[in-house]
């Protein structure tokens, strides 16, 4: 499976943006599909993961309130909608996919690049 991100760019503090991630060359059924970011100097951590039909989704804390993950009907698409957000969002955002438990982060499997994401004044 090859997963693309895309959305990433420099932002003002209380703006939004939404990131992609396209899954290709692979078998989709069963897959689930999430987010994870690292910020500077820190290490990477779980944002959220959403299921196969899109129809389960699992929030870390640092995505609860703000951050919402949606599925595209063809299912080999997600997106992270990211509103109101902070410089202590700046991140590398990585899009990842696996299975069969979306709560474990050890399930995702499959990698993206990484797309940046700064939030700065």
């Known amino acids: 499976v090859q997963l693309q991100a895309s959305g990433g760019g420099l932002v003002l503090p209380g703006d939004s943006l939404r990131l992609a991630c396209e899954a290709s060359?692979?078998?989709?059924?069963?897959?689930?599909m999430g987010w994870f970011r690292q910020g500077p100097g820190k290490e990477r951590e779980f944002l959220v993961g959403?299921?196969?039909?899109?129809?389960?989704?699992y929030y870390g804390d640092s995505a609860k309130g703000r951050f919402t993950i949606f599925r595209e009907s063809r299912r080999n698409t997600v997106y992270l909608q990211m509103n109101d957000l902070k410089p202590e969002d700046t991140a590398v955002y990585y899009c990842?996919?696996?299975?069969?438990?979306?709560?474990?982060?050890?399930?995702?499997?499959?990698w993206g690049r990484g797309t940046q994401v700064t939030v700065s004044p």
């Open positions: 990842a996919a696996g299975g069969p438990d979306l709560r474990n982060r050890d399930d995702y499997v499959f």
């Open positions: 060359e692979g078998t989709f059924s069963g897959l689930i």
């Open positions: 959403i299921d196969w039909q899109g129809r389960r989704t």
